[in-house]
C-alpha cells in the first residue's frame, strides 16, 4: 500500500511540476516527500525506492537489508522463510569484529595502576609473533570474591579479523615506574597471609627475620617501604620452605636459637 501511495504521489507532482501557482507544485513536493519517507520508515532501501520508481511496479514482498554489517552468529532455530515475525522478535544476532573486547583479569593489588585510556599489550597462543595493543576503555566496578581478580575491558582493533571469541590472551600494561625507590628480589619476600617479611643476613652465621611493608611489585622485584635499609644482605633461596604462618614462626624461633647458642 505505501509502494502504491508513493507512486501516485510521485504521478501527482509529475503533472504539476509545470503548475504556474508555487503554492500547488509544493504541496505536490511535501507529499511526495511525505510518500518517500513512509517507505524508509519500512526500511525500504534508496536502490529499492529507485527501482521502485523506474518500473512503477509495486512488489508484493521486499528483502529487508540489514543497518548492520557483520557475521552472523546466530539466527531463529525455525525456519524464517513465510514466518509471521513481530517488532521486537530476535531474527540473527550479528557481531562486527572489526574491533573486538578483550576481558583481562587483574589482581586486587594492580587494580590502582590500571586506568581508562591505558594502553594494553596483547599476545595470543594461537597467533604466534605477533603483538596487538588496545586500550582499556571500562573496569568493572567490582571484584571476583573467589580470585581476588578485577575484570577489564580492552577495546582491541581486529585487523583481518583474527581473533575469535572465546581465545585466550596474555595481557601486561605499561605502568609508570617507581623511581629512586629500594627494592629486594621478588623471591626473597616470605608472604605468611598475616604478613612480609624478609630475612636480612647479618654476617657470622647470624640471621634477623625483618617485617616490611611493600609497594609496587613488577619485573621481579618488589618496592620495600620500610623494614629494611640499603645495603642489608637479603636471604634470596630457599624461602620456599616458608609457606605458612607457623612455619615463619617456628624458623624464626630456631634462627634465634641458634644465634643465642652461637653467643
Known amino acids: 500500500t ?5 507512486l501516485n504521489a510521485l ?5 504539476l511540476g509545470s503548475s504556474d501557482f ?3 507544485k509544493e504541496r505536490a513536493r511535501s507529499l511526495l516527500e511525505a510518500s518517500r519517507e513512509r517507505l524508509r520508515f519500512w526500511d525500504v532501501s534508496e536502490q529499492q525506492i529507485r527501482e521502485l520508481e523506474k518500473t512503477g511496479q509495486p512488489k508484493r514482498t521486499l528483502a529487508i537489508f540489514s543497518a548492520a554489517g557483520g ?7 525455525q525456519a524464517l522463510e513465510g514466518m509471521y515475525v513481530t517488532p521486537g522478535m530476535n531474527l540473527y544476532k550479528i557481531v562486527d569484529l572489526s574491533t573486538v573486547w578483550v576481558e583481562a583479569e587483574i589482581f586486587e593489588d594492580q587494580v590502582p595502576w590500571v586506568k581508562l585510556g591505558q594502553t594494553a599489550r596483547l599476545e595470543f597462543p594461537a597467533l604466534p609473533n605477533k603483538t ?10 567490582y571484584l571476583d570474591q ?7 575491558s580492552i577495546e582491541v582493533p581486529n585487523p583481518g579479523q583474527s581473533l575469535r571469541a572465546e581465545m585466550y590472551a596474555d595481557v601486561s600494561f605499561d605502568v609508570p615506574s617507581a623511581r629512586n625507590v629500594l627494592v629486594v628480589p621478588e623471591e626473597s619476600v616470605i608472604h605468611s597471609g598475616k604478613r612480609n617479611v624478609i630475612v636480612l643476613d647479618r654476617g657470622d652465621g647470624t640471621f634477623q ?3 616490611v611493608s611493600l609497594g609496587r611489585n613488577g619485573e621481579g622485584v618488589w618496592e620495600v617501604k620500610s623494614g629494611t635499609r640499603e645495603g642489608d644482605l637479603v636471604v634470596v633461596s630457599s624461602q620456599f620452605l616458608i609457606d605458612s604462618e607457623s612455619n615463619l614462626r617456628e624458623a624464626v624461633r630456631k634462627m634465634i636459637a641458634r644465634r643465642q647458642k652461637s653467643g
Not at 504521478?11 to 503533472?15: D, G, Q, S
Not at 596487538?132 to 566496578?141: A, N
Request: hydrophobic letters at 30%; proline letters at 5%.
Open 2 to 6: 505505501t509502494q502504491k501511495e508513493y
Open 11 to 15: 504521478k501527482y507532482a509529475e503533472r
Open 22 to 24: 508555487p503554492e500547488i
Open 71 to 77: 557475521l552472523v552468529v546466530e539466527k531463529m532455530d
Open 132 to 141: 596487538l595493543h588496545g586500550t582499556v576503555r571500562y573496569r568493572y566496578p
Open 146 to 152: 573467589k580470585t581476588r581478580t578485577m575484570k577489564v
Open 209 to 211: 627475620v625483618s617485617e
